[in-house]
């Protein structure tokens, strides 16, 4: 009788772990199966380089510390999106920068992705962004033709910043209430890898950084205009190429059934 590795039984193990908690990848750690990417014009006022066509590299996958991980090199605004929806789920995935820098440490987890890619600033598909942007991690933005209820309060400068105490606010492209910031600042030190949890259920959503929820969306919707919001529960997930490198591992994807009370608390 052959032996069996102990390679061959970790993977079995494994395996069933993520089997009986309902974990899926979302990146297979090899390669950009199951996802499509979108590249933006190159110059400004320029067309589209468009669907799965990626001639500057902008996504690929490279060895890091002795595992594979995803590099967006952020030169050119672009996006990487799945293929599927989701609806109902628990995300979680891993980030940090790397050393090039092209603008600024800008990036974004969008979700709820829906339409055509270039509703958003001309290259995203509309979604809600859960920001990565340097000192800015967990903001909630609306990209494209997208809507949300915050609880939200101005502060002296005129931002408006989330917070479970105050009012719910709705989120409208184009308007002051575009962006609103998150609650504090959990990002860990530039280099180091932080982890964000997105969990979606219904027209809810809670932004969590580094085990710490900082945001929370309502009554998530489809803008279509003054006074006309379809619900918005599903989508695709999209992360940004916008300025600077990025790398990304650990992408997992569960089902749940709804958000832990403790983080609506």
């Not at 589209?48 to 990626?54: P, Q």
Request: proline content about 4%; glycine content about 10%; some cysteine.
């Amino acid at each position: 009788m052959k032996k069996v590795s102990s390679a061959f039984l970790f993977s079995i193990v494994l395996l069933f772990f993520v089997s009986c908690n309902q974990w899926q990848p979302l990146f297979n750690g090899e390669d950009l199966t199951g996802w499509d990417t979108w590249v933006g014009p190159t110059e400004e006022g320029g067309e589209s380089i468009g669907l799965n066509k990626d001639p500057l590299n902008l996504f690929s996958v490279v060895d890091m510390d002795g595992e594979k991980v995803i590099r967006i090199s952020g030169k050119k605004n672009a996006s990487l999106a799945t293929k599927k929806e989701f609806e109902n789920y628990h995300l979680t995935m891993e980030f940090k920068w790397g050393d090039e820098l092209t603008t600024r440490w800008n990036s974004g987890l969008l979700y709820h992705s829906y339409g055509p890619f270039g509703e958003g600033i001309g290259v995203w598909m509309s979604s809600h962004e859960l920001q990565l942007l340097t000192g800015h991690v967990g903001d909630s933005y609306r990209m494209g033709k997208s809507y949300c209820e915050i609880p939200m309060v101005k502060n002296s400068e005129d931002q408006y910043i989330y917070t479970k105490d105050g009012e719910k606010t709705p989120s409208v492209p184009g308007s002051a209430t575009k962006i609103i910031a998150k609650n504090n600042d959990y990002e860990k030190a530039s280099g180091e890898w932080n982890t964000v949890e997105l969990y979606c259920y219904g027209r809810t959503s809670v932004h969590v950084v580094n085990g710490i929820a900082n945001m929370i969306n309502y009554n998530s919707g489809k803008y279509l205009g003054e006074g006309n919001i379809e619900p918005l529960t599903k989508g695709k997930i999209q992360f940004q190429s916008e300025g600077g490198e990025l790398f990304i591992k650990n992408i997992h994807i569960k089902p749940i059934k709804e958000i832990p009370a403790e983080l609506l608390q």
